[in-house]
């Protein structure tokens, strides 16, 4: 029994795939978007949500602004990222719909490959971005603590 999950994406990612991300001979091997990763980041959070338990994610995954979209949308309750990152995460997590979000985790749940959920994600930032012409008062310029 468990009273919360902690999922780390970075190490989740190298040991699914046998790969060291800071070992120069197989580094371009590591591959955070690769379907196996996705489902069993997918896997992980609908699992705790069946057992109500509170799950979150850290890591480089959870870093992106894009990428901490579709995990919510995936049904992460939390996300743990480095202060910088945290601006562009408060900006892209307040105006995307949970609605938004969980059909981003199905688009890249179909992705057939790393390039096509970089692609859904890419979608996702440009229309973020374009938002920022509309709504440039609460774009994230600077951080708010």
């Known amino acids: 029994e468990v009273d ?6 970075n190490d989740l990612t190298q040991y699914m795939l046998a790969v060291d991300r800071d070992n120069p001979r197989v580094a371009s091997l590591y ?5 196996a990763v996705l489902r069993a980041l997918q896997h992980v959070a609908r699992t705790a949500r069946a057992g109500r338990i509170p799950c979150s994610v850290c890591g480089d ?5 894009a990428m901490a979209v579709a995990l919510v949308g995936m049904g992460y ?8 990152f945290l601006p562009e995460l408060r900006f892209a997590l307040r105006q995307t719909t949970l609605v938004d979000a969980q059909a981003l985790a199905a688009r890249i749940m179909e992705a057939k490959g790393p390039s096509e959920v970089r ?3 890419d979608g996702i930032r ?4 374009r ?12 951080d708010e603590d």
Do not use: I, K, W
Request: proline content about 9%; cysteine-free.
């Open 4 to 9: 919360f999950v902690s999922v780390g994406t």
């Open 31 to 35: 591959e955070p978007y690769h379907p």
């Open 61 to 65: 995954m959870a870093g992106d602004y």
């Open 77 to 84: 309750d939390a996300l743990s990222a480095a202060r910088p």
């Open 119 to 121: 692609a859904a994600l």
């Open 126 to 129: 440009s229309q973020l971005h």
């Open 131 to 142: 938002g920022l012409g509309e709504e440039s008062s609460t774009a994230p310029l600077a």
